[in-house]
């Protein structure tokens, strides 16, 4: 069973930084995509920053210049710097991975999700 634990979520005053970490653990093969995405009260998730297993990261608008996703496929773990943050940054922030695993002789892939971490930004 592959599980996702996420931390490092608070209450932030406006400006400052958090950094959230989310760690894969279980029986798989390779993690490919790894990404971030967050749910205010009333909205739909979106995503906020994904990065590839080679490295290559896209962020949404809202959040360039200001987070950073990153990777550390030693301890199959993601991560999101968040700076600059802003009272429209809370949200529950969710981390999401594509992960690759055997089932028998075969090689399946699975969206997996963590239980989410909440991010609270102070005006």
């Known amino acids: 069973q592959v599980q996702l634990v996420e931390s490092g979520g608070g209450l932030v005053q406006a400006g400052g930084s958090l950094r959230l970490s989310c760690a894969a653990s279980g029986r798989f093969f390779s993690i490919n995509n790894m990404g971030w995405y967050r749910q205010a009260p009333g909205n739909q998730r979106d995503v906020v920053a994904a990065i590839t297993s080679d490295g290559t990261t896209n962020y949404a608008d809202s959040v360039k210049g200001r987070f950073t996703i990153s990777r550390d496929n030693a301890k199959n773990t993601v991560y999101l710097q968040m700076n600059s943050l802003k009272p429209e940054d809370t949200a529950v922030y969710y981390c999401?991975?594509?992960?690759?695993?055997?089932?028998?002789?075969?090689?399946?892939?699975?969206?997996?999700w963590g239980q989410g971490t909440q991010v609270t930004v102070s005006s």
């Open positions: 999401n991975a594509v992960i690759s695993a055997y089932i028998g002789t075969s090689l399946y892939d699975y969206n997996y």
